[in-house]
């Protein structure tokens, strides 16, 4: 023992604790107000529209002076919302979201006339809380089949929505709750700092279209922890303008994998720094993890690392794409392409469906640099056939990589 405890330091311990539960108990050191929904008239009974109800609820709980601020959605109800904008700035410090019941969103045509790409928004609060074990179901497969055919109003319904949107948040946190069957994308982050979203479950069949898990640009200083994602696209997509972005623990499958990009769309000028993916297990992908970058744009990707992942019959499990190109876009020709450097993988182990596991296809020109490989170990899942990587262009070290990764250039 470094401390013998003394009479003195158990006075002070003591001391300390009471004064922990009195700052507990005593209301005005930091106030909660809570605003139950059905207070403002929401049913609950999956059919009633729900929305005006909400809306009426979260004006009182963003116009709250407390410090914190609840709005609860009570259990074993399902509550129908149309599109609705959860909008701040507001006057609480924290808003917490109870989510014990479910949200449900309309048919199809519950969302004519609106031209958002957003299911359920929430735009330029501070503190937010999302948290529960209730689930969100964007009730998509109307939107999945054949979303543009005898659509009257082109632009509106040929776009499906995005189930959740968070734009401007800072110190965000979503925890716990489900999201099923979105129209386009599970959840979006744009311009957003310090988020910790974890212990999430993102559910949707592998073939829906466009049912990215989460979606992050533009936004720094984001966590994604120990969640569930099948899907029909990404998992995780990371995009222009991110930075300091840590994802561990997530199981993957079905779905395309973790990416970062595409970047550099359209020529943009895009970058992505320091992200780091941890801990991860990938089953059944279309890609594993993947940086893809469109020639024509400029930019970076670097200072990224895939560390621990585990492949289970994945396809395409290892890729850096700096042409990335895919029908509909248009492709350019020009030389410019954004740089990629400082990538590395390391301690990744698993099986693949296809036989180029590590696939390193960097641009004739600017070509990616530091791209380190340590301990990593792909192996078949097809009982015959032979794994190999493939490199153009690509610069860095490589040492325990299986199948070898002799193409790698110093
Ligand atoms: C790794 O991820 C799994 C979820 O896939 C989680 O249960 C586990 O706690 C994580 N381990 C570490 C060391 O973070």
Known sequence: MLFKSTPMFDIMKLLFSVLMVLSMLTPGLSSTTTFNVLKYGAVGDGKT??????????????????????????????FLLKPI????????????????????????????????????????????????????????????????????????????????????????QLKGFTSINPPRSHITLTSCKKAIIKNLHLIAPGESPNTDGIDISGSRDIQVLNSF?????DCIAVSAGSSLIKITGITCGPGHGISIGSLGGSGEFDTVEDVHVKNCTLTETLTGVRIKTIKGGGGFARRISFEGIR???????????????????????????????????????????????????????????????????????????????????AHGTASHVKPSLNCLLK
């Not at 116009?63 to 959605?73: E, M, P």
């Not at 990616?368 to 990587?389: D, H, L, Q, R, T």
């Open 85 to 172: 904008t959860f909008a701040g700035p507001c006057k609480s410090k924290y808003i917490l979201i109870q989510l014990s019941g479910n949200i449900v969103a309309p048919t199809k045509s519950g969302f004519s006339g609106s031209h958002l790409n957003t299911w359920l928004g929430f735009k330029s609060i501070n503190g937010l809380a999302i948290s529960g074990k209730g689930t969100i179901d964007g009730q998509g497969s109307a939107w999945w089949k054949q979303p543009c055919l005898g659509n009257p109003i082109p632009g509106t319904e040929c776009r499906p929505p995005t189930a959740l949107t968070f734009n401007r948040c800072y110190r965000l």
């Open 229 to 233: 994602i099948g899907t029909g696209d």
């Open 311 to 393: 492949f289970v019959r994945a396809n395409n499990p290892i890729i850096i794409d700096q042409y990335y190109c895919v029908n509909g876009m248009k492709c350019e020709t020009k030389d410019q392409a954004i740089k990629v450097s400082d990538v590395t993988f390391r301690g990744i182990t698993g099986t693949s469906l296809m036989d180029k596991v590590i696939n390193l296809n960097c641009d004739q020109n600017v070509g990616c640099s530091n791209i380190v490989f340590e301990k990593v170990y792909i192996a078949s899942a097809v009982p015959g056939m032979k794994v190999f990587s493939f490199c153009h262009n």
């Open 49 to 78: 529209n729900d929305s005006p109800a909400f809306l009426k609820a979260w004006t009182d709980v963003c116009q709250s002076n407390s410090d914190v601020s609840q709005l609860i959605i009570p259990a074993a109800r399902t």
